[in-house]
């Protein structure tokens, strides 16, 4: 009988860890059929293995979290949430580096194109000298990410959020190197203290807001968009020294979450997380979903537009589209104090977490 909750150990590694594996979240025959129709879909002559935006939405895919276990242990250990529309399929072909090491994040910032030139960045602002350029006249160029600068109309928040990241698993990924979702396992309360810093210093929510330059220069001199505020990134290394290395996987600050097929991991928004390359020999196939826990009093809740699923700005439309909102809901204060309290939107894990 498919599980309806988190075991007591779950909820323990949840709560310490900021992620949890589900083993055999989605039936074998589900996985095929999903994998068949995801293999058929994709390119056969390009590296890059860009998935059609058709599979993001089709049954098969969503069907992996509506209809398995998924829906029931996330309706009981978080909460209510607006149906699942989308997801994001991901994969990623065998001996692909992906151009270098895991760079972890929180999702929800702007991803794209910024100056390779040092010089071109403000080291002050963080942001490009000839920010319209890269950000557009006025921040509204679209990331590549489909993520937006800023969230809100005033530029306070410049991050995205949602409650949970669930990625299903649709081939073996139990050896490490084989292109693992990998997290900074124990980060998210780390995370979670920055934003409070940030709200208590009246500061931007996210990059460009206290202790989180948006560019930084890496050791080589050259400018990248920077995934992680400066004390995570800090706080990971060190924890990093402590763990035992791990054969087969060079990334020793990244814990790859080893999966068979069928196999699911429930993160927390605020856990650091990045893809890895893959060393081989098979491709890499996960779909994953970016669900958030439903907002009483907010009048968008399912509807389609949000892309609930796979965007992880759903305070605006998907593609960047700023929504009405009644004077009675003010969706970015709501926002920030999920933000700097994210298991208040676990009904589940409320007893544990005040018991801790
Ligand atoms: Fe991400």
């Keep these: 009988m498919p599980a309806e909750t988190f075991t007591a150990d779950q ?38 293995l860009l998935v059609p935006a058709g599979l993001a939405t089709h049954e098969d895919t969503v069907g992996l ?20 529309v989308s997801a994001q399929v991901a994969v990623t072909p065998p001996y692909d580096d992906l151009d270098g090491a895991p760079a972890p994040h929180v999702d929800g910032s702007w991803s794209g194109k910024i100056p390779t030139d040092p010089d071109e960045i403000d080291l002050a602002t963080t942001r490009p000298k000839d920010a319209a350029r890269y950000f557009g006249p006025d921040d509204d160029v679209r990331g590549t990410n489909d993520g937006q600068l800023w969230l809100d109309p005033d530029r306070t928040i410049s991050i995205g959020s949602y409650t949970a990241l669930v990625g299903v698993a649709l081939n073996d990924q139990t050896e490490p190197g084989n292109g693992q979702f990998g997290v900074l396992k124990g ?6 203290a920055v934003f409070r810093r940030q709200r208590d210093a009246g500061s931007v929510i996210g990059p460009e807001g206290l202790g989180w330059p948006r560019i930084k220069i890496s050791a080589s001199g050259r400018p990248y968009m920077n ?11 060190c924890a990093a020294e402590q763990a035992p290395p791990i054969a087969g996987w060079p990334w020793r600050w990244v814990t790859p979450v080893l999966l068979d097929a069928g196999d699911a991991v429930i993160a927390l928004h ?3 997380h990045t893809p890895t390359p893959n060393l081989g020999p098979n491709p890499r196939m996960n779909v994953y979903f970016r669900v958030r826990r439903l ?7 399912g509807t389609r537009r949000l892309g609930h699923g796979v965007s ?7 593609f960047g589209q700023f929504l009405d909102y009644p004077p009675d809901y003010d969706p970015w204060a709501t926002s920030v104090a999920k933000l700097c309290d994210h298991w208040s939107e676990w009904d589940g894990m409320r007893e544990l977490v005040a018991s801790g």
């Design 65 to 84: 979290l509506n209809d398995t276990c998924l829906a029931d242990i996330l309706r009981n250990e978080m909460g209510p949430y607006p149906p699942i």
């Design 270 to 272: 605020s856990c650091p």
């Design 312 to 318: 992880d700005h759903p305070d605006r439309g998907y």
């Design 187 to 192: 980060m998210h309360e780390a995370v979670e």
């Design 227 to 237: 995934g992680l505020p400066d004390a995570v990134r800090e706080a990971a290394h």
């Design 11 to 48: 909820k323990q590694s949840l709560l310490r860890d900021g992620y949890v594996i589900v083993r055999g979240a989605a039936p074998p025959e589900q996985v095929a059929r999903a994998r068949d129709r995801i293999q058929a879909a994709l390119p056969k002559d390009e590296r890059r």
């Design 295 to 301: 907002r009483e009093g907010n009048p968008h809740e």
